[in-house]
């Protein structure tokens, strides 16, 4: 049997064509869109599913982790901020059961640093609400939303590409444009360039779902225990997601243990009335594939400062680490248009898992987006290295990022 089949070369329809176009309608994606928006580019966003915010709301996984180091000090800030707020805005008391915020009273404007210390930055939030709120805020910024709509490949010009090619119920079209931010989460649209990825199989079964008992809703986030550089024996089995039967697995899998957990609560409360309401719909990868950049982010980078930081962000896991987000880690090393957001970004190991959060994926996303705007609007840039970094510093600083060589050196 033949491994390969020729599919015949046909003429493709232009669905758009746009300054900027977006790979992923995760919180990255989001971000990125918005910035590149703001920043006086014509945007569209691509999205595979129907609803913006990836795991952050299809998957349930709710928890907007911190702005800050731990220590008292916030290190990411615009649309970052930004989202956060929105997340919760008509959410005025905790709901723990569903593990809703508010924000700590001690980050609004001058809040006390030693309560800072104790409470940080973060909160959690209604995936329903939140999915909505990102779409109005994108319609409000006149960013173009395609949904259903899948990335299938790129077509280049030399080492730039001109056009992005998607599959959607108007069959196989191409969308014209000048720069592309892969927010896709699995690095598709790095891949597809020909630069170069790599990618983790580590991931495990998970599933964040929602049940009723006795009445009140309530969050279960299941899930296998999960190490960006080890694994755990009971966890047996573990997943790529770069290959179509392994997601696929992943998502028969995690679904299927988490109703083996809703059994458990079952047993364990037999007088109680316990049934599931809303279950992901989508892979809960942790980290797939990534580009490999000029610069990769490290463990060892904590405190480090790069002279073309567009963005901060502290460890979600632990208080101290501050790490830096330069250029050289988020545009591809090949292809000149191409940028990245969210966990395609360059980072590895124990980093990776710091960079692959709601927060860092803002961080990242709104300086992708705001380098793209950049490039589009230089008519003496070619490449994102061609971009006057400081100029992008100083207007990334404008919108309330937090870029602050002080806060890694003091």
């Known amino acids: 049997m033949k491994s390969i089949i020729y599919e015949p070369a046909k003429n493709l329809q232009i669905l758009g064509t746009y300054d900027v176009v977006v790979v992923g309608g995760g919180i990255a994606g989001v971000s990125a869109a918005l910035a590149a928006a703001r920043g006086g580019a014509k945007v569209c966003l691509l999205e595979k599913f129907c609803a913006l915010g ?3 709301t299809i998957g349930n996984v709710v928890i907007y982790l911190p702005l800050c180091d731990g220590k008292g000090h916030q290190v ?25 915020g508010p924000i700590p ?16 930055y973060e909160t959690g939030f ?52 000048q720069a592309v931010v892969d927010a896709s989460g699995d690095a598709d649209v790095v891949y597809a360039s020909g630069d170069k990825t790599v990618s983790i199989g580590g991931n495990v079964r998970s599933c964040w779902y929602y049940i009723m008992e006795d009445g009140q809703p309530k969050l279960c986030p299941w899930s296998q225990r999960f190490s960006a550089t080890k694994s755990f024996p009971e966890n047996g089995r573990t997943f790529r997601g770069d290959s179509a039967d392994q997601v696929t697995a992943q998502v028969l899998e995690s679904r299927h243990f988490s109703m083996l957990d809703l059994q458990k609560r079952r047993e364990a409360k037999p007088e109680s009335d316990i049934y599931p309401i809303m279950t992901t719909t989508m892979p809960t990868h942790r980290m797939t594939r990534r580009l490999a950049g000029k610069v990769t982010l490290r463990v060892t980078d904590d405190h480090r400062w790069f ?22 880690a988020i545009a591809a090393a090949k292809t000149t248009n191409l940028i990245t957001a969210g966990r395609c970004i360059s980072s590895i190991g124990d980093t990776w898992d710091v960079t692959r959060v709601i927060p860092t994926c803002a961080v990242s996303g709104e300086a992708a987006g705001a380098a793209a705007a950049f490039l589009v609007n230089d008519e003496n840039a070619t490449s994102f290295f061609d971009l006057d970094i400081k100029a992008l510093q100083t207007y990334l600083k404008r919108k309330h990022v937090i870029i602050d060589k002080n806060l890694v050196e003091n």
Not at 78 to 92: F, M, N, R, Y
Not at 105 to 120: F, I, Q
Not at 136 to 157: A, G, P
Request: charged share 30%; aromatic share 6%; glycine share 10%.
């Open 54 to 56: 990836g795991l952050a």
């Open 76 to 100: 990411s800030g615009g649309i970052c901020e930004e989202l956060i707020k929105l997340s919760v805005d008509d959410e005025p008391k905790a709901r723990p059961n569903l593990r809703i």
């Open 105 to 120: 009273a001690c980050w609004a404007k001058g809040g006390d640093l030693e309560e800072r210390k104790k409470h940080r």
């Open 126 to 177: 209604n995936p329903v609400t939140f999915m909505y709120k990102l779409e109005r805020l994108l319609l409000k910024n006149h960013v173009k939303i395609y949904y259903d709509t899948r990335f299938c490949t790129v077509l280049k010009e030399g080492n730039a590409i001109r056009a992005v090619i998607v599959e959607s119920k108007g069959g196989r079209q191409a969308i014209m444009t």
């Open 307 to 328: 002279d073309d930081t567009l963005g901060m962000t502290g460890d979600w896991r632990k208080a101290g680490p501050i790490f830096c987000i330069p250029l050289r």
